[in-house]
């Protein structure tokens, strides 16, 4: 079989096929103006005069590539990327200086407890990352153990928002007072 004959084989099989081909109508009407025609002409414009106006503006091409992919600035990125890397480096984060401090001196449990969730609500909200709670040594407690450090050792420990913690040294309050790192 050659090449003549598969030619001949396919005009006989696409002759046997039923021709269903009718005329297509559309129902679209000839010139009508599309939206963008429509648009000009509300204005008072032709859309080919807007075209014209248009194509006689000439723009540098540099510009028009900016203008439709924008553009990236490194050293910024890489200055961000730096700065978040620190900020989330535990050991740079326990040596910075607490960024907002609540004093509960005088407090009852229910009162520090309220006073602790508004002012972690309202640290979360400014999306600080190291506060300082100061509570006092329990010098005037009644009994043995200061009331408001284990208060404030079990709210941090219930609080998901909250993480590491820690005291500082004696020049900022010792074991009278609880540093906490916000969780980003």
Known sequence: MDFGDILSQWDSIQSQKPQ???????HKKANAPTKEEKEALRQGYSYEQIMQNESKQRINPMELWLRRYGTVDKDREIEENARL??????????????????DLHQLTREEAWDKLKIFVDSCCIKKLRKILIIHGKGNHSHGSDPVLGQ???????????LGTSGHPDRNHGGTGATWVIIKA
């Open 85 to 102: 890397e620190k900020l989330n480096n535990i050991n740079y984060l326990k040596s910075i200086p607490p960024e907002a401090t609540l």
């Open 151 to 161: 208060l404030v050792r079990i709210f941090i420990e219930q609080d998901k928002r």
């Open 20 to 26: 269903h081909k009718k005329n297509q109508v559309s």
